[in-house]
């Protein structure tokens, strides 16, 4: 088969733990299935810089936390088929997300992580990008086609939407998505 | 004084139940799981999560079946796209109220709200986050009150007032900015009333009313209130 003919996959790392990924890499000797099916294109387990054109399926980690990571969704937006938020932090806000109910939390995350609790140097670091006000969900920025809640959600699940969306058949979450 | 016999129909399945019989009964009765949240049995029926609507033949509205007595010669349906629909929707309203982010809750399957989302679909809220931060109380020795969790089915306070008999636990404020409060929005642990039996953290179908350093899935019992009144019944 020629790489031309394969499913263009790429997978992106906002605002998370990397859990999900580590389920992603979990679907053990599936994976190896997956491999011949799927090109990857992007993701943060290799070395390619920008996100490339025409993607088919790409799947999001992580809630959108700061402008660079907004951007590069939007971005991936524009240049995929089907953009899947993967797992709590990207379909929720999930743990990024609990700083949205403290007033002005960017500032006061920043204060807590670089300034109160430094041992040493405590000074607010200019050259990282800028948070935004919340740390907010996928679908609150770009529109989202599909979702696999969980935290993370299980390695079986994955394989299960991208198996079914790779034969085109629906996907249908009832009985399968632990939306916590 | 004789009570009446009620005939209707329940998809499609004729049945007959006494007079005075909610839908909800009368489908239970007779083997239709039609789902629920706030309802519990032993307590009052509240009708504030409207998990068990159905509809009914001849008319546009949609009914909760847990405070609707049925009627003669009523058609109920308890399955139909729309439901499903609209039920998928009253579990995305109750999720967007409050955030919902239960460290726990995510691996110990015992919450009824997760298991609703689960089985009916729910993937994700569409409605805009609120991102509420609301004040947990955790005074009392060992009950905590996380009302970052509540979903406001007043289980806690129906089993507090009517089996155990004390109404420790109300609401304060309206609509999504109510909030559960003890005695007259009192620390926990400056309650009066409260005897520390329990039973509201046993009907809490989330995580929030807990038992301090006891798994939710011990602390629940969904059958305490039943339990309680068939022993005070018992000459
Ligand atoms: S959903 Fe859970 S596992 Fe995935 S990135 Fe967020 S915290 Fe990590
Ligand atoms: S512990 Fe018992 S008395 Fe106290 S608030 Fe809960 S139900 Fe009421
Ligand atoms: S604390 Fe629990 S039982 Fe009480 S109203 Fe909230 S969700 Fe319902």
């Given at each position: 088969m020629t790489s031309t003919s394969k499913v263009r996959v790429a997978t992106v790392w906002l605002s998370g733990c990397s859990g999900c990924h580590m389920s992603f890499l979990d679907?053990?000797?599936?994976l190896i299935d997956l491999a011949q099916q799927i090109q990857l294109v992007y993701s943060p387990i290799m070395d390619v810089k920008v996100f490339p054109e025409n993607v088919d399926v790409t799947l999001i980690e992580g809630a959108v936390a700061n402008e660079d990571q907004e951007e590069l969704l939007k971005f991936a937006r524009e240049r995929t088929k089907i953009?899947?938020?993967?797992?709590d932090c990207a379909v929720t806000g999930n743990v990024p997300g609990l700083r949205n109910?403290?007033?002005?939390s960017a500032d006061a995350v920043l204060k807590r992580a670089f300034v109160e609790t430094a041992d040493m140097n405590p000074q607010i670091p200019t050259d990282v990008p800028t948070l935004l006000p919340k740390a907010l969900p996928l679908h609150e920025v770009v529109k989202v086609d599909f979702y696999i809640p969980g935290c993370p959600p299980p390695a079986d699940l994955i394989n299960w939407v991208i198996s079914r969306l790779m034969r085109g058949l629906p996907v249908n979450m009832e009985g399968r998505s632990k939306f916590g | 004084m004789t009570v009446g016999t009620v005939k209707l129909k329940i998809d499609n399945v004729e049945v007959a139940v006494p007079e005075g019989t909610t839908i909800l009964e009368a489908a239970k009765s007779n083997g239709i799981d039609i789902p629920t949240l706030c309802n519990l049995e032993g307590l009052s029926g509240y009708g504030g999560c409207r998990l068990c609507m159905v509809e009914i033949h001849g008319s546009p509205k949609l009914f909760a079946a847990c405070v609707t007595p049925v009627g003669m010669g009523m058609e109920v349906i308890t399955q139909s796209d729309k439901l499903r629909e609209y039920r998928k929707m009253a579990i995305q309203f109750i999720l967007s109220e409050r955030t919902h982010i239960c460290a726990v809750c995510v691996a110990n399957n015992a919450c009824e709200l997760q298991k609703l989302a689960n089985d009916?679909?729910?993937?994700?809220?569409?409605f805009e986050r609120e991102w509420t931060r609301l004040p947990v109380d955790s005074t009392h020795d060992f009950l905590v009150l996380d009302r970052n969790r509540c979903i406001l089915c007043t289980r806690c306070l129906r089993v507090c007032d009517e089996i155990e008999g004390v109404h420790t636990l109300d609401l304060k404020m309206r609509g999504k900015d109510a909030q559960v409060i003890i005695d007259l929005d009192e620390d926990w642990a400056n309650s009066s009333s409260c005897t520390s039996c329990r039973k509201c953290a046993k009907v809490c179908p989330v995580g929030a009313i807990y038992v301090e350093s006891v798994a939710l899935e011990e602390t629940k019992d969904k059958g305490i209130a039943e339990f309680v009144l068939s022993r005070r019944n018992r000459k």
């Open positions: 679907q053990d000797e599936a953009l899947i938020s993967l797992g109910g403290i007033t002005n | 009916l679909g729910v993937d994700h809220v569409m």
